[in-house]
């Protein structure tokens, strides 16, 4: 069970160091304006989430996320049912759009349902990114950073629960395409 | 999968004989090394942690030239209860010197009775020195990190 809890979010690491190899970036190249990945880090958790940059400039984007899914055994998520939505901010101090590292700042929305209690909450998570897109389009990046969550909601007996804060690591590895 | 014990001390003593060995060949040209002919541009390696800077004690770690003096390292690394992910930014400074900063998150593993898990993110900063032994690079860096103590990273990277 922990080599299981351990192995998941490693697997996804090493996919995306693998996937960002190829030298052949796109420089040179005539700019990508978008991306759109996959998170493949909240696979493991049970949750699909879409994610899609846009290039404002030079050196920053934004980027909006859409997940949901149903947990999974393996992260301890059963009988829920997760959803999120959210949107970034992202500045590449090094390196460009199509590959570069960044500062970015995301607010999301979320949540959380599990029959009969219910809970939501806005999380503000700021992260370093790494993004790499080769010249083919195919594109891996890798976010990592700290959220700060607040979440309220209703027990099972119908009760209002306090508004309570979190502090927790927030980690993304997304496969996907640039255009 | 647990981690020989033996293998955090053979390892670093490895990686420490080998930065002794690489010290002459880096005395002899007086450009930064990025600038030595056309620089690679990815480089692949394992690092070293003592005691375990961001994120364990033994890593995989992916190096990433980004022009003008920058680079990125993208990482993985593992101790017994502690496996972190990071992802650093580096500027080179000197011939061979070179300053870090980074963000990273690790993910606690409490085995016994009741598995229990937690995570939790970190920054960290330093100072690293490189060194190139034909196709291998060879690094010491010594981290500062928040909340995680720190200490030095060595790595071999092909």
């Known amino acids: 069970m922990t080599a299981r809890r351990r192995a998941g979010p490693v697997a996804t690491v090493v996919v995306l160091l693998a996937a960002g190899l190829p030298a052949s970036v796109a420089h040179g190249q005539k700019p990508s304006t978008d991306a759109v990945v996959v998170n493949v880090a909240a696979l493991y958790y049970g949750v699909g989430e879409l994610r899609w940059e846009h290039r404002l400039a030079e050196r920053s984007a934004l980027q909006a996320s859409l997940a949901a899914g149903p947990g999974s055994q393996a992260a301890g998520l ?102 | 999968m647990r981690i020989p014990a033996a293998a955090s001390v053979i390892l670093p003593a490895v990686l420490l004989m080998g930065l002794v060995l690489a010290r002459p060949a880096s005395a002899d040209h007086h450009e930064p090394a990025a600038a030595v002919a056309e620089p690679r541009q990815t480089w692949i390696g394992l690092t070293a942690g003592l005691p375990v800077p961001v994120g364990g004690i033994l890593g995989l770690q992916v190096h990433r030239r980004l022009g003008a003096g920058d680079f990125a390292e993208v990482g993985i690394s593992s101790a017994a209860v502690l496996t972190g992910a990071y992802l650093t930014w580096g500027h080179r400074v000197s011939d061979n010197g070179y300053t870090l900063l980074g963000v990273d998150a690790e993910l606690f593993v409490f085995a016994g009775d009741d598995v229990r898990t937690a995570s939790l993110a970190g920054i960290h900063g330093g100072y690293g020195w490189e060194w190139f032994l034909g196709p291998t690079r060879t690094t010491l860096a010594v981290c500062v990190g928040f909340p995680w103590l720190g200490g030095l990273r060595l790595g071999v990277a092909l």
Request: proline share 3%; net charge neutral; aromatic share 10%.
């Open chain 1, 78 to 179: 059963t009988d829920h049912w997760l959803g999120k939505i959210g949107v970034q901010y992202r500045y590449y101090f090094a390196g460009g759009f199509d590959e570069g590292l960044g500062l970015a700042v995301e607010v999301a929305g979320l949540r959380l349902l599990a029959d009969p209690y219910q809970r939501q909450g806005l999380a503000l998570s700021p992260r370093g990114v790494y993004k790499i897109a080769i010249s083919s389009g195919a594109t891996a990046e890798l976010q990592i950073g700290g959220a700060l969550v607040a979440r309220a909601g209703v027990d099972a007996s119908g009760e209002a629960m306090p508004l309570r804060w979190t502090v927790q690591a927030s980690i993304a590895a997304a496969l996907g395409w640039s255009f």
